[in-house]
């Protein structure tokens, strides 16, 4: 129906996931995973790429069903569909990447209740066709990824004195074990969010 | 009952769920503007994450393990930590509107609220008894009441201070939040006498 009332952009909807409505650092949605998960580079991008795997798929199945599906038990359904593809994920991971399943433990069954999933499917989903919601699910996934390598990387690199497992600084650095310590997650992640809020308004300025 | 109150006393201060466990982030920052709506939020949490370990406990043991299905955990559990929260819903838009309509939007998304779902599975992960899941879940609970009752009251307090313009809004509290988890990680080193 909102379909054929505009043309959809994909191009535009890459660029919001991506940049402008980016998940993590301006709706600032799903953050238990962006904080729990970033202490490795690895880490990160595996969180990053499970979780845009799944958007993808539910965000394109739900736009599917979304004509059946009725209204008022919309957000229960909307998560059975979810729980559906993240037990998947779970099953994949566990078989064929066992280390990064010990190491992300509980956070991949949790991918269930990452908000960025349910608030695309409310948000898009459920109101635009199944293409422009897959790729809608792509875009978002990616803006996830890359915020979380973002936060991984200052964080390993700070905290570790690595960068995917291999010595950056030396070994005269002496690593901030903090920053890899649940307080430095939100550390962290409160000085890129402002980093980013300093850049967003230079750019206003700089447009005005 | 040493055993109990050891798990308690883990969940609540030791292994806090919001700031060690990092689970139930997101009513944590949204929801702590205000003392009130916090306080409302974190007993809405309470009451969700104790029903929902004991209803997940006793599903997992009589309906999934008998019939070898706990692959399906993560759907069967969601699915009934959503009726649980729709339940409750109805339940206090008859019966408590004020608190209702205070906690809005954030009541449905208690179903999206990672601490719930976390703590049943985290139930059947430690092997814990019906008993102590329903501790389990009752204290982590309020470990999340306790860490939203102090970021709000600290929020109240920052609301009106002068901060540096990126800082403001979602940065400030993540900070104020980082040194909260900072003191949270002092009760690592308390040692249970028992």
Sequence with gaps: MAAKKKKVSYLNILKEGIITKNPTFIQLLGMCPTLAVTTTVANGIGMGLSATFVLICSNFFISVLRKFIP????????????AGFVSAVEMAIKAWL???????????????????????????????????????????GIGFTLALTIISTVRELIGNGSIFGVDILGPNYSPALIIILPAGGFLVLGFLIALVQFIMSKLERRSE | MLNLLVISINAILIENFVLVKFLGCCPFLGVSKKSETALGMGLAVVFTMTLASAMTWLFNEFVLKPFDLEYLQTIAFIAIIATLVQIIEMFLQKSIPSLYSALGIYLPLITTNCAVLGVALLNINNGYDFISSVVYGFSAGVGFLVAILLLSAIRERIAYSDIPKPFRGFPIVLIAAA????????????????
């Design chain 2, 179 to 194: 040194i909260l988890s900072i003191s949270f990680m002092g009760f690592q080193g308390l040692k249970l006498p028992f």
């Design chain 1, 98 to 140: 066992p280390d990064l399943a010990s190491s992300l433990g509980l956070f991949i069954p949790l991918i269930v209740v990452n908000c960025i999933i349910l608030a695309r499917a409310e948000a898009f989903a459920s109101k635009n066709a199944p293409l422009p919601s897959a790729v809608d699910g792509l875009a978002c």
């Design chain 1, 71 to 82: 209204n008022k038990i919309r957000i229960a359904s909307y998560i059975v569909i979810i």
